[in-house]
């Protein structure tokens, strides 16, 4: 008859470590560059072929370059001539996204980039693709013909921090920022105090905060006006031209609709009117995320009826972002340690299985390297969040019951159980991300923490104890 005995015990994670310890101390290693030729790039076509500021141009082909052995440019060349009859020269050179081999997108604009008045009208000329490799190689394609219509549009004037100088073409800030937006629609009638040019601005109101005046009262977000989450638009009428501003900090009387342009009628009265000063982006909600995706999109409808959208992508960071990749490095381990006495396998065998009752404890600690000046904050919650693990708390052997082994003890053998302390060590890259976009290394964190490793150690005989399978205790690094 075969006997089953159950023992407490920990049981570490350290077997895990196998395949999650290296050199790599925490960070991202960087992709290597294959070494191969430079291909032949051939183009077939470009779509759509009538655009507005801000939509994706596709262009399709083959033997595009991809990131590991250099990029691919295109180079447009050729006439502008505008609606109204203004004709420009064209020599327009910009980096497309690479897809894959066949396919490249190129989001056009930010404004009109065939045009230096920004006007709506056609470019007619060719496209030439163009692979430049790291090596300093270039191999251009046959040049391509094609014409362009560029049409009605809303151009960004102004998309940034109101307390920083910014590109237009804005694609990441920090959370809890005032924002300014100035956006000018072309190619639309101007509005006028007798027929206006409605703007409608659409956000997700999780990831936006309204700050304004609502019946004589200052205050942000009214309860009665703006929903907790989802989307909410806010209207604007344009009544001296084609520009409109919002969160400048001077009080811009809007109108403020819950949900879609579409989802219902656009009412403007006295009792959804508010007067908004300022539009900030939301505080990070979960400290584990070091960014949330955004975006505003815009709508203009002229007297006539005529409208025109566009959308706004925008990444909005923590000024302080914990890269961790989910990596550990072995510090050290300690000499493995009985925790029973002998176990024997009787006359039939008998398995054995292993669950928590007694600990070890330990102390977790952190610690921050960095040679930037000026100092930048990061929070224990941050990094908690981003480690998965309580970076300046105990830790215990119980920690990790859901972790067992379990073992057969053959007829006549005996066993002994034994632990491994081993202290390991994860590391996150610090990233400073700043209001416009830009971003600075700021050092690493250094988390210590603790597993532990088991082991069933048999012989014939007992005592003495066996001894155990584990190595003796090292300092590796």
């Known amino acids: 008859m075969r ?23 925490g960070g991202t290693r960087p992709n290597p560059r294959v070494k191969r030729e430079l291909p032949q790039p051939v183009l077939q076509m470009i779509a759509p072929t009538a655009v507005s500021a801000g939509d994706v141009v596709t262009v399709f082909g083959s033997g595009f370059a991809d990131d590991q052995i250099g990029q691919t440019r295109l180079v447009f060349t050729g006439v502008f001539q505008s609606t109204a009859g203004n004709i420009e020269q064209v020599n327009l050179e910009v980096t497309p996204t690479y897809k894959n081999q066949g396919m490249l997108e190129w989001r056009f604009g930010p404004n009109i980039p065939f045009s230096a008045k920004n006007e709506t009208g056609t470019f007619r000329g060719i496209v030439q693709a163009r692979n430049i490799g790291f090596d300093g190689s270039q191999k251009q394609a046959t040049p391509l013909s094609t014409q362009v219509q560029v049409r009605p549009s809303i151009l960004i004037k102004q998309f940034r921090p109101i307390s920083a100088g910014c590109s237009p073409d804005l694609k990441d800030t920090t959370d809890d920022t005032k924002m300014l937006i100035e956006v000018e629609a072309v ?41 907790q989450s989802g989307p909410v638009s806010i209207i604007r009428d344009v009544t001296d031209g084609n520009t409109s501003l919002l969160g400048s900090g001077v009080p811009s009387t809007t109108y403020v609709h819950q949900g879609t342009p579409g989802s219902s009628g656009l009412s403007t009265s006295v009792d959804n009117m508010f007067q908004l000063t300022h539009l900030r982006t939301a505080p990070l909600a979960n400290p584990q995320a070091n960014n949330y995706e955004a975006s505003i999109s815009i709508m203009a409808i002229d007297s006539t009826g005529q409208s025109i959208t566009r959308t706004i992508p925008l990444t909005v960071w923590a000024p302080v972002e914990v890269d961790y990749d989910g990596g550990v490095t072995e510090v050290e381990s300690f000499d493995p340690v009985p925790v029973t006495g002998c176990i024997s396998g009787g006359d039939v065998g008998r398995d054995v299985t292993y669950s928590e009752m007694t600990a070890e404890s330990r102390s977790r600690s952190f610690k921050v390297k960095s040679e930037v000046g000026g100092g930048f904050n990061v929070g224990v919650a941050q990094l908690n969040a981003s480690f998965g693990v309580e970076v300046d708390g105990a830790v215990t052997s119980a920690s990790s019951k859901d972790l067992k082994i379990s073992g057969f003890i053959l007829p006549n053998q005996f066993a002994v159980f034994y632990r491994q302390t081993i202290q390991i060590e994860r590391v996150a890259k610090l990233r400073g991300h700043g209001p416009c976009g830009n971003t600075r290394a700021l050092g690493e964190v250094v988390v210590t923490d603790w597993i532990w490793a088991p082991d069933l150690a048999k012989a014939k005989s007992c005592p003495p104890l066996p001894p155990s399978n584990l190595a003796p205790g090292k300092r590796f690094k």
């Open 3 to 25: 006997h089953t005995t159950s023992i407490s015990l920990f049981v570490g994670i350290a077997l895990a470590l196998a395949g999650g310890c290296g050199g790599d101390e």
């Open 187 to 227: 190619g639309l009638k101007a509005g006028n105090g007798v027929a206006p040019l409605r703007f409608v601005y659409t956000f997700m109101k999780q990831h936006f905060q309204f700050e304004g005046f609502f019946s004589g009262q200052m205050g942000l977000d009214p309860e009665g006006l703006f929903p």
